[in-house]
C-alpha cells in the first residue's frame, strides 16, 4: 500500500499509467520497499547502497535489510545513494538530497545471476521479510521516481500511510487478543466458576478493549485525512503509537493460556504497577464496560450504557446465578455460554 502511495503522489503521469494500472489489476505485484540497510536502519540519510549513472541507466550496488515480501513481489521501490561520497553529517541538507528512489522491475532478475540475490530472513512475525544484493543491477533512469535527489522526501511522505497501515494492524491485532481473551475468560472454570467472573480478569479485558477502540478512532481519523492528501504527519504517528501500545495490552495469565497462545489478561504485576488511584477513581465506568463486553451487549453498547444502574442491575441479577457473594463483581453467566 505504502509502496503505491509513492508512486501516487510522486511519480510521473507516464509512471503512473505504466504501473498502477497493472498494479491494481493483479497482474504486477509491487509489495517490497528496499530502504533499511545493516548499517542503516533509523540513520536513512547513511544507506550505503549506490546508483551511478550510466548513459539512460544506473547501475546499481549494495545490500538491503529487511525488505518485507519481496520474495512475492514483481517490483519494487529501492532508495539509493546517487551523490556520493556521502556529504558531512552536519550538512543535513545535501545528505538528504544525495538519496533517489527508483522503481525496479524484479522480473527475470532474481537468483539467477541477473543483479538481484533475495535471501528469506526468519521473524518472529510473518512479514516474509529477506535482504537483497544488488549487483551491478542495471535500471533505466526513467525509472525514477520524484525525480533524482528527491527519494528521502519522497519516502518519508509513504512512511506517514504505513503508519496507518501498521497502526490498522494493531487494532486487528488487538481485537483478536481481546476475543481470544474473552473467550477464554468464559471457557475456563477455577473454584467452580468461569475466570472472567473475577474482577482481576474482567477489568483488564475490558480496559484493553477501551483502548484498543479509542486507538482505532485515531487509526480512522489519520486514514481519512490522508485519504484526503494530507500528510498527517502528527496523527499517522499517534496513531500507530496509540495503536501498538493497546494490541499488547493483554498478556499472558496462566499456563494453559501460554501454551495455547491465548492471551488472557493482564500479569498480576501489570495490574499492580498500573492501578493507580486515578484508575480506581473510575473503577464504575470499568466495571460497566466489563458488563458491557461480557454480556455480548457489543462495542456500541458499551459506550452508552449508564455506569450506575446498569452495573447495579446486572450485579444483582448475575450474582446468585453465578455462584458468587452476593455484591460482588462477577461476569453474567448466561449471555457468557
Ligand atoms: C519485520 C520487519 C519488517 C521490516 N520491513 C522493512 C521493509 O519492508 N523495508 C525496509 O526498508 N525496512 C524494513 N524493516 C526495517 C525497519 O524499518 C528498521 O528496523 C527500522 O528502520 C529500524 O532500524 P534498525 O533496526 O536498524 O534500528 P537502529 O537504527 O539500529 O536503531 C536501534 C534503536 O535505536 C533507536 N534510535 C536510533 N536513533 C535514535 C535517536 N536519535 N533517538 C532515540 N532513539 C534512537 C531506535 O529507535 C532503535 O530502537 C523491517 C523491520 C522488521 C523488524
Not at 532474481?110 to 538481484?116: L, P, Q, S, W, Y
Not at 463486553?293 to 446486572?314: E, H, L, N, V
Request: net charge negative.
Amino acid at each position: 500500500m505504502y509502496t503505491m502511495g509513492s508512486l501516487l503522489h510522486s511519480g510521473s503521469a507516464e509512471q503512473k499509467a505504466e504501473w498502477l494500472p497493472k498494479v491494481a489489476s493483479g497482474e504486477l505485484r509491487l509489495q517490497a520497499f528496499g530502504v533499511s540497510e545493516p548499517n542503516s536502519g533509523t540513520d536513512t540519510l547513511s544507506l550505503e547502497t549506490v546508483a551511478v549513472k550510466d548513459g539512460d541507466e544506473y547501475v546499481i550496488n549494495g545490500q538491503k535489510m529487511w525488505t518485507s515480501r519481496a520474495e512475492y513481489s514483481d517490483a519494487m521501490l529501492l532508495l539509493a545513494r546517487t551523490d556520493y561520497p556521502e556529504p558531512p553529517r552536519e550538512d543535513a541538507r545535501a545528505r538528504a538530497k544525495a538519496l533517489t528512489l527508483f522503481i525496479v522491475d524484479m522480473r527475470g532478475k532474481v537468483n539467477c545471476g541477473n543483479g538481484i540475490e533475495i535471501t528469506p530472513v526468519q521473524t518472529m512475525m510473518n512479514h516474509s521479510t529477506t535482504t537483497i544484493f544488488f549487483d551491478n543491477l542495471r535500471v533505466p533512469a526513467a525509472n525514477i521516481i520524484g525525480g533524482e535527489g528527491n527519494g528521502f522526501k519522497t519516502v518519508l511522505g509513504a512512511m506517514n500511510a504505513e503508519r496507518v497501515l501498521i497502526a490498522a494492524e494493531c487494532i486487528g491485532d488487538g481485537r483478536f487478543f481481546i476475543d481470544r481473551a474473552t473467550q477464554y475468560a468464559k471457557d475456563r472454570s477455577v473454584f467452580g466458576r468461569p475466570i472472567g467472573a473475577n474482577q482481576g480478569i474482567a477489568f483488564p479485558i475490558a480496559e484493553a478493549y477501551a483502548e484498543v477502540e479509542a486507538a482505532a478512532l485515531m487509526v480512522n481519523h489519520a486514514a481519512d485525512l490522508i485519504d484526503g492528501g494530507a500528510t498527517a504527519g502528527e496523527q499517522a504517528n499517534l496513531a500507530k503509537y496509540l495503536a501498538a501500545e493497546a494490541s499488547v495490552r493483554l498478556s499472558c495469565c496462566d499456563s494453559y493460556s501460554l501454551t495455547s497462545s491465548l492471551l488472557i489478561s493482564w500479569s498480576v504485576a501489570h495490574c499492580v504497577s498500573t492501578l493507580s488511584l486515578l484508575q480506581l477513581a473510575t473503577a464504575t465506568q470499568l466495571w460497566s464496560c466489563a458488563v458491557c463486553f461480557a454480556s455480548g451487549s457489543g462495542k456500541q453498547a458499551m459506550c452508552a450504557c449508564k455506569p450506575t444502574a446498569d452495573t447495579g442491575s446486572r450485579r444483582n441479577s448475575t450474582s446468585n446465578a453465578n455462584g458468587a457473594r452476593p455484591g460482588s463483581t462477577v461476569w453474567p453467566l448466561s449471555p457468557l455460554t
